[in-house]
């Protein structure tokens, strides 16, 4: 065995471990959740084979679609509300817009560090009918009997779950923003002021610009989690009342670990994530079309 082949064989052997547990927790999972979605399947006995069947129930499953929907609006919350929001935030932070800025950065970064179940129980008491809102609209509004029932509405339920995700969420895309506008030389903002430009035109023209790489990043990372949305979601209402805050993830959980149907479970995960790659091409084809990677 000649020295380029040891050397060769012993790069393998240091990649080994770990191949060996990223095929065991994502590759075999992926190719199994793939056959299973053939098969109607409790979780023991027997594997009855319906072919693509579960993939034919899906598109005209009611609840599909409604977690379809949710998990697009939260898409749209995400990449055009939480991204903006945290570039807006960090550029005031860089540019010391704010007095006691270190404070401020604090104060907004702390959402994403709380736990997601923790959040979701602080805003369900928020949201109740004893809690700040409720009490803060009737004090505005000097009607002692109202009662906030956008939760009842099938279209408007998902909005304080997305008001929530906005609150947490923005924090985690202004830290990225303010790293990289750190890295802008100071020198080009201060040439801008000096020919007359606002902070405004400084913004869209200068920042903005020299930041697409890191918008098209936070895009994916936006949209990738949007269609991952569990934790604070099932915490808060669990998809309910009535489905309508259910997204394709809470469904899938549901679907699986509470109906034990392991096929429509399986399924609905393989549909995840050919919506989210679809996502990210489009994304990154619009990106290209811009050229901002």
């Known amino acids: 065995m ?5 050397k060769l064989l012993s790069h393998y052997l240091f990649i080994l471990p770990a191949f060996i547990i990223f095929a065991g927790i994502m590759v075999f999972p992926l190719f199994y959740s793939i056959f299973l979605s053939f098969f109607n399947w409790k979780g023991f006995g027997p594997k009855d084979f319906v072919g693509l069947g579960n993939y034919f129930r899906m598109f005209t499953d ?8 949710n998990n697009l609006m939260i898409v749209l919350v995400s990449v055009g509300g939480q991204i903006p929001l945290g570039m807006l935030l960090a550029y005031m932070l860089h ?3 704010v007095k006691k800025a270190d404070l401020f950065e604090v104060l ?4 994403i560090t709380i736990s997601s179940v923790i959040i979701a129980q602080l805003w369900n008491r ?3 009918p004893v809690g700040i809102f409720t009490s803060l609209i009737r004090t505005l509004t000097k009607n002692p009997d109202y009662i906030m029932t956008i939760v009842e509405h099938k279209d408007w339920a998902i909005l304080p779950i997305m008001f929530v995700l906005l609150w947490q969420h923005t924090s985690l895309y202004m830290v990225i923003f303010l790293a990289n506008l750190q890295r802008i030389p100071q020198s080009i ?4 002021q000096l020919e007359g430009a606002t902070e405004g035109r400084i913004f869209l023209r200068i920042i903005m610009p020299m930041l697409g790489s890191v918008i098209f990043i936070n895009s994916i990372l936006a949209i990738s989690g949007s269609f991952k949305s569990f934790d604070l979601i099932y915490s ?7 489905h309508y805050t259910e997204v394709i993830a809470v469904y899938m959980y549901n679907s699986t670990f509470v109906h034990q149907n392991y096929g429509y479970g399986s399924a609905l995960s393989i549909i995840i994530i050919v919506f989210v790659v679809l996502s990210l091409l489009i994304t990154r084809g619009v990106s290209k079309a811009f050229k901002i990677e």
């Not at 000649?2 to 040891?6: D, G, H, M, Q």
């Not at 009611?62 to 929907?69: A, V």
């Not at 808060?236 to 009535?242: K, L």
């Open 126 to 128: 928020i949201f109740s």
């Open 2 to 6: 000649n020295y380029r082949t040891n």
């Open 189 to 192: 903002i201060e040439s801008a």
């Open 236 to 242: 808060m209402t669990a998809g309910g009342p009535a």
């Open 108 to 111: 907004i970064f702390l959402p």
């Open 62 to 69: 009611p609840i599909f679609h409604i977690g379809f929907r």
């Open 95 to 97: 540019r010391k817009m």
